[in-house]
């Protein structure tokens, strides 16, 4: 590779991890909204956010944008590396992305509805001491899953039906 080409997929890969971190960001908006002890209990300080002078909209969007960064990263590595292997071209690294965005959106409204159908079929779920909101915890965390598993999910699909199109 050339250095304009290194500089290339650096670029892209860039973006990739900023759309990424800018989802997390928003996703955790919604999920607060849900959930608040989600946060406060449990990513809070496992994020090292407790600085309680700072709003908590606030820490929840630094935990949005690591998070959604830190999942970005190799999801956006394995599609930039998927790419290239298949010759593809900027259209086809901004479809990709798409599959991904699309399936954690998908997979995070299913990990919310399955979520709300467990607390209703089932007696004991375990969360956190300091929880007083075991539902909005619980549908939050199961939003969260949703989601990763919503990433994975969509980059797969994605492989998938560009490997079909060859």
């Known amino acids: 590779?050339?250095?304009?080409?290194?500089?290339?997929?650096?670029?892209?890969?860039?973006?990739?991890?900023?759309?990424a971190a800018l989802?997390?960001?928003?996703?955790?908006q919604l999920s607060?909204?849900?959930?608040?002890?989600?946060?406060?209990c449990l990513k809070f300080p496992q994020f090292g956010l407790l600085d309680e002078s700072i709003a908590p909209r606030w820490r929840v969007a630094q935990v949005g944008l690591l998070a959604g960064a830190a999942a970005g990263l190799p999801l956006g590595l394995v599609l930039c590396w998927w790419v290239r292997r298949?010759?593809?071209?900027?259209?086809?690294?901004w479809r990709g992305a798409a599959w991904v965005v699309l399936g954690a959106m998908l997979l995070a409204t299913l990990?919310?509805?399955?979520?709300?159908?467990?607390?209703?079929?089932?007696?004991?779920?375990?969360?956190?001491?300091?929880?007083?909101?075991?539902?909005?915890?619980?549908?939050?965390?199961?939003?969260?899953?949703?989601?990763?598993?919503?990433?994975?999910?969509?980059?797969?699909?994605?492989?998938?039906?560009?490997r079909r199109q060859r």
């Open 111 to 162: 990990g919310l509805a399955f979520g709300w159908l467990a607390l209703h079929l089932a007696s004991v779920q375990r969360v956190p001491a300091c929880v007083q909101d075991a539902q909005g915890f619980l549908l939050a965390a199961w939003m969260h899953d949703g989601s990763y598993l919503g990433a994975l999910a969509g980059l797969l699909a994605f492989f998938w039906r560009s």
């Open 1 to 19: 590779m050339t250095v304009r080409e290194w500089g290339l997929a650096l670029s892209r890969l860039g973006v990739l991890v900023g759309l």
């Open 32 to 40: 607060y909204g849900i959930g608040p002890e989600y946060f406060t």
């Open 86 to 93: 298949r010759g593809g071209t900027s259209r086809l690294l």
């Open 23 to 28: 989802y997390g960001a928003l996703h955790d």
